[in-house]
């Protein structure tokens, strides 16, 4: 009798563990499927001769079911590596975390950088990235370029967060936004070394030999990574290292307008879907004395509210101990936490 019913609990056991090994496993936890993406598009609202003159290069990685996508968008001397840095710990990327969360992304070049085109840099301004940010929204929204999306939630960095500013309250074509390192004050008194790292492409060893680009581009002095995106914290080298090895380039007009509508202008007043404003703690560029208040969540919302419409229905974050490139901190998994949170209430997988 009781080697019977050690043998049926272990068929038992058998059963349930087969079982288990059966149960799908949730598309949240499933590698996502990356691909390449081109899109074309166009320097101004109207195409030149109605053509799409210029391509926008994308990575684009897709768990099975999502129907969410993330554009996001790199900011000034940075590329689509922002979002997944080669070689970095896995914690350091946001493309991943947004993947395992359930949303497909697709992390964007900006036009001049990376793998897209590169026009003359005098023609570049933060609207016309827009336009071109634009063109792949809604590639993305009729499956022109690949999978066809239900919802696009539009996420920037920096200068790409005004690039992002700037196409959700002038084409009303996304479902949320979400602005980092980027606020309505800036930090006139410290921001000024991240300035002064910037030099002409001509003289940068490896920015120098990018075929057609012009010498009107700007990128960070060699060592300067640091200084310009890290100051206030944590030093990791090897994060430093590989920022520095991705570095990328700027045209001097995109920061002309980014300024102008991005923070002289309440350009966001026009944004009309849910808002989320995420900063470092110790942003060096826009957070500090005279600047905007990021000790908190609350003081960085008390600060950023009057500029956003009730319709954004604004959301704030403050990563601590970090600067301004908050994706390579060590406690960046807080960002992306508070990102899929907030998105699944806002806007949802």
């Known amino acids: ?8 609990a272990a068929a038992v056991v058998a059963v349930l563990s087969t079982g288990a090994l059966l149960i799908p496993t949730p598309a949240s936890a499933a590698e996502a499927a990356c691909r390449d993406v081109n899109v074309p598009v166009s320097l101004l609202p109207v195409p030149l001769l109605g053509l799409n003159d210029q391509n926008v ?19 000034g001397t940075y590329n689509s590596a922002y979002y997944d840095l080669p070689n970095a710990p896995e914690s350091r990327s946001y493309r991943k975390a947004m993947n395992k969360q359930g949303y497909a992304t697709l992390a964007i070049d900006r036009l001049g950088t990376g793998r897209s085109s590169k026009p003359l840099g005098a023609l570049l301004t933060a609207s016309a990235q827009a336009n071109a940010v634009h063109h792949v929204i809604q590639a993305m929204r009729n499956g022109t370029a690949g999978p066809k999306f239900d919802r696009i939630v539009l996420v920037g960095h920096s200068l ?13 074509d996304v479902d949320g936004v979400v602005i980092t390192g980027f606020t309505h004050r800036i930090a006139a008194l410290t921001v000024l070394p991240t300035f002064a790292s910037l030099t002409p492409v001509l003289l940068d060893d490896a920015m120098s030999k990018v075929p057609n680009r012009d010498p009107v581009y700007l990128t960070t002095t060699k060592g300067m990574r640091y200084t310009a995106f890290h100051n206030q914290s944590p030093l990791d080298q090897k994060i430093i290292d590989a920022d520095e090895a991705t570095k990328d380039v700027i045209a001097p ?15 966001t007043r026009l944004i009309n879907v849910p808002v989320l404003v995420a900063m470092g703690e110790r942003d060096s560029a826009f957070c500090g004395l005279l600047a905007s208040d990021c000790s908190t969540a609350e003081s960085l919302r008390g600060g950023e509210a009057p500029y956003y419409s009730p319709a954004a229905k604004l959301r704030t974050f403050v990563l601590p101990n970090y600067g301004h490139s908050i994706n390579y901190a060590p406690n960046a998994p807080l960002l992306y936490n508070a990102v899929s949170d907030w998105a699944n209430e806002m806007v949802g997988r």
């Open 57 to 75: 290069y994308g990575r684009l990685c897709v768990p099975a079911g999502s129907r969410t996508l993330q554009v996001l968008v790199p900011g």
């Open 1 to 8: 009798m009781r080697v019977l019913l050690r043998r049926m």
């Open 160 to 172: 790409g967060s005004a690039t992002v500013m700037i196409e959700a309250g002038t084409y009303r």
């Open 253 to 267: 007009g995109e920061m002309v307008d980014a300024v102008l509508l991005g923070v002289v202008l309440p350009y």
